[in-house]
């Protein structure tokens, strides 16, 4: 006689295997793994809209799941620098498909980059003009080729924003407790931290800071950093988007995360302030657009787009449930 735990083994290889084989439909099959109640997954897009975020809407719209956008409106001026013909029409479809839009400055502070390209080294130069790539450039700019579409309340433009190569959080409500976990301006361009690691990383001295506070005091914004990055293993290789993390390791680190505290043991500095921040059962993901199109940096459509909706059906599978950073708290 095969041992319980023997058999639940098996029975657990199976799904695996079925998953893997894109052969089971997690609506028909007990979750592989419980996960607290009302975990939740944001699922969140950087650095778009270009073209390939329209490939992207239509995986969510086929697993009937609604994801956050944060986005950089150079792109529908066409300058920058990306397969973004469609980028205007990509927007739209964001708001019209019920996802939700916010603020990723105009152009991913690329203006103060001595080298003509994006870096995270000198990102953020100047507090005011630098506050002006988000207010009210990109806001305008994106506002204007919504149309109408923007006076939907999925339309957070000027309701939240992440800060490009910055993983600060401003939550409303909680800024006495912990008013940016984390956030400096000479990060390593988008650094995977954690909670913990990220709550004891305090800088308040940064511009990046200064922008986030006054988005934060002065325009209502929420700003938003990430738990968990899904992001190649090599950045700088002439096939980057090929080295893009498994999806089922990634479900393994949000499976992790997500049960955990929202302070480890080893921070009880932070463990009285941060208690009471409300990310316990919530893991927000930060991904990129373009690590899912077939381009000079690889054959992303081919391979990520699979792993995408792998990602999703193992999560949903497992119970958890996707949402959109407006519905955060
Ligand atoms: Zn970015």
Not at 94 to 103: N, Q, R, S, T
Not at 203 to 213: H, L, P, V
Request: proline share 5%; aromatic share 8%; net charge negative.
């Amino acid at each position: 006689m095969i041992p319980t735990s023997c058999a639940r083994f098996g029975a657990t290889k199976t799904i695996i295997a079925l998953i893997l084989a894109g052969m089971w439909s997690p609506l028909v099959a007990a979750p592989a793994t419980e996960p607290s109640s009302h975990a939740r997954v944001f699922l969140t897009f950087d650095d778009g809209p270009i073209d390939v975020t329209l490939n992207v809407l239509e995986v969510l719209r086929r697993h009937h799941i609604k994801a956050t956008f944060f986005v950089n409106g150079i792109h529908l001026t066409g300058q920058g620098g990306e397969n973004e013909t469609r980028s205007a029409e990509a927007l739209r479809r964001i708001i019209a498909d019920g996802h939700v839009l916010g603020d990723h400055s105009f152009d991913h502070m690329r203006h103060n980059s001595t080298t003509g390209i994006a870096s995270s080294v000198d990102t953020y130069r100047d507090m005011t003009s630098d506050l002006r790539y988000f207010v009210p450039e990109n806001r305008a700019i994106v506002n204007a080729a919504l149309g109408e579409l923007a006076a939907r309340p999925n339309n957070q433009v000027a309701g939240m924003a992440r800060l490009p190569y910055t993983n600060t959080w401003i939550l409303p409500g909680y800024q006495a407790v912990c008013g940016i976990c984390t956030t400096d301006s000479d990060a390593p361009a988008h650094a995977d931290q954690t909670p913990a690691s990220g709550l004891s990383a305090t800088r308040s001295d940064g511009i990046a800071t200064r922008i986030a506070e006054t988005l934060f005091h002065e325009y209502g914004m929420t700003i938003f950093g990430w738990d968990i990055h899904w992001q190649p293993a090599n950045w700088q290789g002439p096939a980057s988007s090929e080295t893009l993390e498994p999806a089922m390791s990634l479900a393994g680190r949000i499976n992790a995360l997500i049960d955990r505290p929202p302070c480890a043991s080893d921070h009880t500095g932070d463990s009285i302030r941060c208690q009471h921040l409300p990310r316990f059962n919530k893991v927000v993901v930060l991904t990129h657009d373009f690590l899912f199109e077939n381009s000079a940096r690889g054959r992303g459509a081919d391979i990520n787009i699979p792993q995408l909706e792998q990602l999703i059906r193992t999560l949903q599978a497992s119970g958890y449930r996707f949402d959109t950073l407006d519905r955060y708290f």
